[in-house]
T-cell receptor
Framework: EPEVTQTPSHQVTQMGQEVILRCVPISNHLYFYWYRQILGQKVEFLVSFYNNEISEKSEIFDDQFSVERPDGSNFTLKIRSTKLEDSAMYFC????????FGPGTRLTVL | AQKVTQAQTEISVVEKEDVTLDCVYETRDTTYYLFWYKQPPSGELVFLIRRNSFDEQNEISGRYSWNFQKSTSSFNFTITASQVVDSAVYFCALGLTNSGGSNYKLTFGKGTLLTVNP
């Protein structure tokens, strides 16, 4: 069964460093998303992406964040200068009709 | 503004008991979607069901059933004859479409931690 994959599963970085989280959506899906979940809290929407552009973003998704689909398969989330409060689980999702989520990348900012 | 409330933070049951997880949502939109996702201890989010706002039919899938009531803005989830493997955090989510109507983002509730004891 096709699934969304994410790499790495865990990323540790120093505050102020740039990180890139990678996702491979399900191949025939057209819409792509990033969500995050701070430990013990609810899942929050960050951004949606369709037709090679952002279709919607939340207040959390400020200028430090960017997304890209550099080729036909990968979908990336970049955080330019990480802060302590960026520590969270980041989920990628893709959809045809339902949103299917990847296993997540746990980002730890020290 | 949209909001999803899962008033039950934690529920603990003994195996084979039935359990209902409550979900209440708020939105001014007339077209929306409702979802349940399961997050087992391994951390992934597993899709369980989607309902659209025009379809109030209840649904049963094996031991799982869902009760959608627009009059009370509720979308409750019942597990019949619970099993230890049902132990997880369960999230209810509301999907609102964008202005073009082709895309939607999910607003999640805070989740209910269900523990099923043997």
């Amino acid at each position: 069964e096709p699934e969304v994959t994410q790499t790495p599963s865990h990323q540790v970085t120093q505050m102020g460093q740039e990180v890139i989280l990678r996702c491979v959506p399900i191949s025939n899906h057209l819409y792509f998303y990033w969500y995050r979940q701070i430990l013990g809290q609810k899942v929050e929407f960050l951004v949606s992406f369709y037709n090679n552009e952002i279709s919607e973003k939340s207040e959390i998704f400020d200028d430090q964040f960017s997304v890209e689909r550099p080729d036909g398969s990968n979908f990336t989330l970049k955080i330019r200068s990480t802060k302590l409060e960026d520590s969270a689980m980041y989920f990628c999702a893709s959809r045809w009709s339902e949103q299917f989520f990847g296993p997540g990348t746990r980002l730890t900012v020290l | 503004a949209q909001k999803v409330t899962q008033a039950q933070t934690e529920i603990s049951v003994v195996e084979k008991e039935d359990v209902t997880l409550d979900c209440v949502y708020e939105t001014r939109d007339t077209t929306y979607y409702l979802f349940w996702y399961k997050q087992p201890p391994s951390g992934e989010l597993v899709f369980l069901i989607r309902r659209n706002s025009f379809d109030e039919q209840n649904e049963i899938s094996g031991r799982y059933s869902w009760n959608f009531q627009k009059s009370t803005s509720s979308f409750n989830f019942t597990i019949t004859a619970s099993q230890v493997v049902d132990s997880a955090v369960y999230f209810c989510a509301l999907g609102l479409t964008n202005s073009g109507g082709s895309n939607y983002k999910l607003t999640f509730g805070k989740g209910t931690l269900l523990t099923v004891n043997p």
